[in-house]
T-cell receptor
Framework: DAGVIQSPRHEVTEMGQEVTLRCKPISGHDYLFWYRQTMMRGLELLIYFNNNVPIDDSGMPEDRFSAKMPNASFSTLKIQPSEPRDSAVYFC???????????????FGPGTRLTVT | AQSVSQHNHHVILSEAASLELGCNYSYGGTVNLFWYVQYPGQHLQLLLKYFSGDPLVKGIKGFEAEFIKSKFSFNLRKPSVQWSDTAEYFCAVNAGTGGFKTIFGAGTRLFVKA
């Protein structure tokens, strides 16, 4: 299995531009998570989906952030307009409830390093 | 609200030294506890986990962690570190009845000198 795939791996953009981050979960997994990692705040959960449906988006910082999961094999995280304080590493993770059982283990992608100038 | 505190942001050790990374969490109910590791240039991967049973949990690469409920702690240990253990380590907690929502600590960067 290829694992969780994220693209792009690096993104540099100017303030005010729209940014779209992409994630392909492990095939068959029914949960998908978006996290943001910064030095100041550590690893924060932004939103997660179960069977393509958003379950908890309380971590999404503001309306400039949106996430979608149109099908079981693809999700996007969009920032519009982007700001310098959005600079961070964004991770996607997936999990299969049936296999994870009570342990809720997640499998992470390599992350997208976003720099907003 | 749940929170996770990792005591050290940066740790530098020489090879063969013993390692202990502290982790405390705040949540009064049943919890699942994790340590994830991120090696340079790689993605986060699970090192070990606790969700029930023996509070002393053994993971990959000789790591272990002990869940002490009375102290709300889940410290990570390794008796003798290697240069290849250089990585960032994340403690995480999940409310046992709360599904997959998992809270991560800020991470500890470990550098092992050869």
């Amino acid at each position: 299995d290829a694992g969780v795939i994220q693209s792009p791996r690096h993104e540099v953009t100017e303030m005010g531009q729209e940014v779209t981050l992409r994630c392909k979960p492990i095939s068959g997994h029914d949960y998908l998570f978006w996290y943001r990692q910064t030095m100041m705040r550590g690893l924060e959960l932004l939103i997660y989906f179960n069977n393509n449906v958003p379950i908890d988006d309380s971590g999404m910082p503001e309306d400039r952030f949106s996430a979608k999961m149109p099908n079981a094999s693809f999700s996007t995280l969009k920032i519009q307009p982007s700001e310098p304080r959005d600079s961070a590493v964004y991770f996607c993770a997936s999990s299969l409830a049936r296999l994870a059982g009570l342990s809720y283990e997640q499998y992470f992608g390599p992350g997208t390093r976003l720099t907003v100038t | 609200a749940q929170s996770v505190s990792q005591h050290n942001h940066h740790v530098i050790l020489s090879e063969a030294a013993s390692l202990e990374l502290g982790c405390n969490y705040s949540y009064g109910g049943t919890v699942n506890l994790f340590w994830y590791v991120q090696y340079p240039g790689q993605h986060l991967q699970l090192l070990l986990k606790y969700f029930s049973g023996d509070p002393l949990v053994k993971g990959i690469k000789g790591f272990e962690a002990e869940f002490i409920k009375s102290k709300f702690s889940f410290n990570l240990r390794k008796p003798s570190v290697q240069w290849s253990d250089t990585a960032e380590y994340f403690c995480a907690v999940n409310a046992g009845t709360g599904g997959f929502k998992t809270i991560f600590g800020a991470g500890t960067r470990l550098f092992v000198k050869a």
